[in-house]
């Protein structure tokens, strides 16, 4: 089994910054891509970003591209958004998930997921 706990989430005003973290446990976290959705209010969840298991290769909805960045630790067991440049639209609860396929976009096609991390932006 593999846990997933996020952190990082608050209230932001428009144009600041936040950092989410996902630390994960209970298997080897190397073995997994990472990707970071959202879901907001009467909304579906939606992507946001991915990274490989090797963090090499990453990809990000339009919506972000240029704001946010993915990275990850496998010595720490870790995976990081950095968000800059935060618009209202962007409030969401954020939540990481854990994939044993290629970068992937598709939330069916992760297998585990943390609890969420709530991010707010005043206009």
């Known amino acids: 089994q593999v846990q997933l706990v996020e952190s990082g989430g608050g209230l932001v005003q428009a144009g600041g910054s936040l950092r989410l973290s996902c630390v994960v446990s209970?298997?080897?976290?190397?073995?997994?891509?990472m990707g970071w959705f959202r879901q907001a209010p009467g909304k579906e969840r939606e992507f946001v970003a991915a990274?490989?298991?090797?963090?090499?290769?990453?990809s990000y909805a339009d919506s972000v591209k240029g704001r946010f960045t993915i990275s990850r630790d496998n010595a720490k067991n870790t995976v990081s958004l950095q968000m800059n440049s935060l618009k209202p639209e962007d409030t969401a609860n954020y939540y990481c998930?854990?994939?044993?396929?290629?970068?992937?976009?598709?939330?069916?096609?992760?297998?585990?997921w943390g609890q969420g991390t709530q991010v707010t932006v005043s206009s």
């Open positions: 990274i490989t298991s090797s963090g090499r290769s990453t």
């Open positions: 998930a854990a994939t044993t396929r290629a970068l992937t976009g598709l939330d069916s096609e992760y297998d585990y």
């Open positions: 209970g298997r080897t976290f190397s073995w997994y891509g």
